[in-house]
């Protein structure tokens, strides 16, 4: 059975028919003011995430975390209608489910539930959004849980590195801040405050809503109509985007004793809606897969290396291993970026990960929830919720020559930053750089 799904999702990738929104045509309203995006579902399922843009461009440095805290707030300190727990027990009664989460470029507060459930859990999403309570015992309760999260995930070294690694190559720009906060920012919040900051960013010049859901049009407007009618236009929103330019070669060390040693590299990107993104998307793809094949397989030199494409309003490749021998695993790396460079990707590599990625974002989509969050991800940083839909057939069109071109175009001079024994690696074999570094126009 397994193996006949993912044939026809193999099939959808290279057709160009995307099984995850096939069933009807996704469309688009305004609702005072607010872009409303629809993806009727052909099942019984209601996802609808409201979204509110701006993330970690919202608030200062010593703020970081107070849109994470409000978010959370609005599902577990209550509202002005009930408590914590009465709310949380009528989602119960119809096993709906109604939070919020942040992430750095957004927030997005979800309501999921079977179809004939939605006139129940619909009043609920409504008052959590509207009417939040932020009771001061329960704020305390959730800030002192965020506290000993952060502390936690601080304690494990690959979460510890890439925080590390936005810390010191976004240093004075809004995604050095991490959206879920520090021990220290979340500890100097307060409930009023958080609840007025809330009540700041809560405008429809901010938001936009996401609906997967087999509804009928009218029952839709009339919805976020209702849901609208108390919050505010605001003034108007756009979110800022910005190009990560690095300019040399860099290398920042901290002395952590762990069990081996931690590396990561943040490079440029190309910014979503731009003309190279997909060609880099898939580009990086194969790279991961070469640098996997390099530095492990080959080399023996770490477990699990990565490199990946991180997408943002300030989007960034990242490279990362955790090693005993990083002076030998920088050789790898720079040998490699080397060859690419000089040589382009294969024709076949790349027809390969074509398919690969457009399976996996299909596969990845199945259910209403990831299909609501790739039509958010994609409104709010493309400003092209189509792009959802019209995916594949971007891809299909790409050539080996623009996906080499994407690589060598962005990957030059990287910023690396280092945790754990300091006696074992040598910078200047990372300040060195590649070969083909001063070929690339981006970077300098």
């Known amino acids: 059975m397994k193996k006949n799904i993912y044939l026809l999702l193999l099939a959808a990738a290279t ?9 009807q045509k996704a469309y688009e309203m305004t609702v005072d003011g607010v872009k409303v995006i629809v993806q009727p579902s052909g099942n019984d399922i209601v996802e609808i995430q409201t979204v509110i843009k701006g993330g970690v461009q919202n608030y200062p440095a010593d703020k970081a975390g107070i849109e994470a805290m409000a978010m959370n707030a609005l599902s577990e300190c209550g509202t ?20 919020g989460m942040a992430v750095k470029n957004y927030s997005v507060i979800k309501v999921n539930c079977i179809k004939s459930d939605l006139p129940k859990a ?10 939040p309570k932020f009771d001061v015992k329960e704020f305390e309760r959730i800030k002192q849980d965020q506290i000993n999260n952060l502390k936690s995930q601080d304690s494990d070294p690959d979460y510890a590195i890439d925080q590390y690694a936005d810390k010191v190559a ?6 050095a801040k991490n959206p879920n906060g520090t021990p220290e920012t979340i500890k100097a919040l307060t409930a009023e405050e958080t609840k007025k900051y809330y009540q700041s960013i809560l405008t429809r010049s901010r938001m936009v809503i996401v609906v997967v859901a087999d509804l009928n049009r009218a029952d839709i407007e009339a919805k976020i109509k209702g849901l609208l009618s108390s919050i505010k236009q605001g003034a108007p929103y756009e979110m800022k985007k910005s190009f990560f330019r ?9 002395n952590r004793e762990l069990a ?3 590396v990561e590299g943040v490079t440029s990107g190309p910014a979503p809606g731009t003309p190279d993104f997909d060609a880099f998307n898939v580009a990086m793809r194969i790279f ?9 397989t080959n080399n023996g030199l770490s477990y699990a290396p990565q490199s990946w494409f991180s997408v943002g ?3 960034v490749a990242k490279f990362s291993v955790s090693t005993t021998q990083p002076d030998k695993y920088i050789a790898v790396f720079d040998k490699l970026v080397d060859r690419i460079k000089n040589n382009g990707f294969d024709a076949a590599d790349v027809a390969n990960m074509k398919v690969t990625y457009l399976t996996g974002f299909y596969y990845k989509n199945e259910t209403n929830t990831a299909q609501a969050g790739s039509l958010v991800a994609n409104e709010v940083l493309h400003n092209n919720w189509r792009r959802s839909l019209t995916l594949a057939d971007d891809v299909k069109k790409l050539t080996p020559t623009q996906v080499s071109d994407a690589f060598r175009k962005y990957i030059g001079n990287i910023i690396w930053v280092y945790q754990g024994d300091t006696k074992k690696v040598n910078p200047i074999l990372f300040t060195n750089g590649t070969l083909k570094k001063a070929d690339n126009p981006v970077n300098h």
Request: glycine share 2%; aromatic share 16%; hydrophobic share 40%.
């Open 15 to 23: 057709t160009g028919a995307s099984p995850a929104f096939a069933q």
């Open 80 to 99: 002005l209608k009930r408590d914590k727990n009465d709310f949380k027990n009528q989602l119960d009664k119809i096993s709906a489910a109604v939070y």
């Open 122 to 131: 619909w009043p609920l999403y409504v008052e959590a959004i509207t009417m």
């Open 170 to 175: 976004f240093a004075g720009r809004d995604y």
């Open 246 to 254: 690095v300019y040399k070669n860099t290398f920042s060390a901290e």
């Open 260 to 262: 081996t040693n931690y």
């Open 288 to 296: 991961a897969d070469k640098h996997f094949l390099d530095v492990r």
């Open 313 to 315: 309003s300030t989007s």
